[in-house]
C-alpha cells in the first residue's frame, strides 16, 4: 500500500507544479508592467522634451538637482554626493600579531588558553 500512495503523492505533486508553472507563464510575471504604468526612462525623456523645446534651462536642472540632494539627506540621513562609508579593513600587519588577536579574543571569551591541551 505504501507504493501506492507514494505514487498518488508523486502525481499531485506533479501536477501542481505544472499548474503553478502554467499560472506564471500567463500571470502579470509573464505580461509585464502595463505601458501606461512605467517609470519614464531619463535617458529618452531628456533627448524628447529637447526636441519639443521643452527641456528645463540649466538653472532649472541646478535648482532640481538640489531639490533632490535635499530629499535623499533628509530620506537617508547622509550626503549623496559624500564618499561611502568604507568599513574599515580587516585584520592587517604580520600573521603573528593576528594570531596573538585571535588568542587574547579566545582567552577572554572562553577563560582558556587556546594554546594548551583541554583537560
Same mark, same amino acid.
Given at each position: ?8 503523492? !508523486? !502525481? ?6 505544472t499548474?503553478? %508553472? ?6 502579470? /510575471?509573464?505580461?509585464g =508592467?502595463?505601458?501606461? $504604468?512605467? $517609470?519614464?526612462?531619463?535617458? /529618452?525623456?531628456?533627448? %524628447?522634451?529637447r ?5 528645463? !534651462?540649466? !538653472? ?13 539627506? $533628509?530620506?537617508?540621513?547622509? @550626503?549623496? @554626493? ?15 600579531? @593576528? ?10 571569551? =572562553? ?9
Amino acid at each position: 500500500m505504501a507504493p501506492r500512495v507514494t505514487s498518488i503523492i !508523486s !502525481s499531485m505533486r506533479t501536477i501542481a507544479l505544472t499548474g503553478f %508553472a502554467a499560472l506564471a507563464a500567463t500571470g502579470a /510575471v509573464a505580461q509585464g =508592467t502595463p505601458r501606461d $504604468e512605467r $517609470e519614464p526612462n531619463p535617458a /529618452v525623456v531628456r533627448p %524628447a522634451e529637447r526636441a519639443a523645446g521643452d527641456a528645463p !534651462s540649466a !538653472s532649472q536642472q541646478r535648482q532640481e538637482q538640489q531639490t533632490t540632494d535635499q530629499l535623499y539627506r $533628509e530620506l537617508a540621513g547622509q @550626503n549623496p @554626493n559624500a564618499a561611502p562609508n568604507v568599513p574599515p579593513a580587516g585584520p592587517t600587519g604580520n600573521p603573528a600579531q @593576528n594570531t596573538q588577536e585571535t588568542e587574547r579574543l579566545y582567552r577572554e571569551l =572562553t577563560g582558556q588558553n587556546p594554546t594548551t591541551t583541554p583537560r
